[in-house]
């Protein structure tokens, strides 16, 4: 079974550019979820799709982040424009849908933000 | 608040001793508890979860968890550790806030065991 693919695996970039990242879950994983995994602490959800529709971006900064998910399968996770706190590893993971379903990771990309 | 607490940044332990890797959870309602490892440069992987049932829950590579709903906590446990279980551990809670279940992760505890 393929997993969890992300891409691109690394991204450096200048303040205020813009960056993109694109996910493809497992086949079959209705759920879908983008989190910020700042070095040192653990993952921050950033927006969960149930399809093609947004579940929780509660924690989105919307000023400056975007994702959408159009077809309910493939997302695409934009930053415009990027800042030096956005420096991370950005994970997309899938799961069937359902509270008590685990989630399966990608590899994640690393943004570094000169 | 929903929050999940590990105390603990790092834990060292020798091969072949027992190992564990304490959290604890704040969340009303019924929680659903995760554990998640994390190897270098590898995306995060499930272990186990807890959804309800027996406390005691067996997960991958000889890994468990107790769920102890009295003290809120679901710590991570193994009989004996091994130098490949070292790495990045991470517990979870989803539980109900405002009318939505959401997913929290705790910071992370390194595991590190020593020949």
């Known amino acids: 079974e393929a997993g969890v693919a992300q891409s691109p695996r690394y991204k450096i970039i200048e303040k205020r550019q813009s960056v993109a990242f694109w996910c493809n879950p497992i086949s079959g994983h209705a759920t879908l979820y983008w989190y910020q995994q700042i070095l040192g602490q653990g993952p921050k959800l950033l927006i969960q799709f149930q399809n093609n529709g947004v579940v929780d971006d509660s924690q989105l900064p919307k000023d400056r982040f975007s994702a959408e998910r159009l077809k309910g399968v493939d997302s695409t996770l934009k930053i415009q424009p990027a800042k030096l706190e956005d420096s991370a590893v950005y994970l997309c993971a899938s799961s069937f849908s359902g509270l008590h379903n685990e989630q399966f990771f990608g590899p994640g990309t690393r943004l570094t933000v000169l | 608040a929903q929050s999940v607490a590990q105390p603990e940044d790092q834990v060292n332990v020798a091969e072949g001793n027992p190992l564990t890797v304490k959290c604890t959870y704040s969340?009303?309602?019924?929680?659903?508890l995760f554990w998640y490892v994390q190897y270098p440069n590898r995306g995060l992987q499930f272990l186990l979860k807890y959804i309800t049932g027996d406390n005691l829950v067996k997960g991958s590579y000889g890994f468990e968890a107790e769920f102890n709903k009295s003290q809120t906590s679901f710590h991570l446990k193994k009989p004996s550790a091994l130098v490949s279980d070292s790495a990045l551990y991470f517990c979870a809670v989803r539980g109900e806030v405002s009318g939505t279940y959401k997913y929290i992760f705790g910071t992370g505890t390194r595991l590190k065991v020593l020949a």
């Open positions: 969340v009303s309602g019924n929680p659903y």
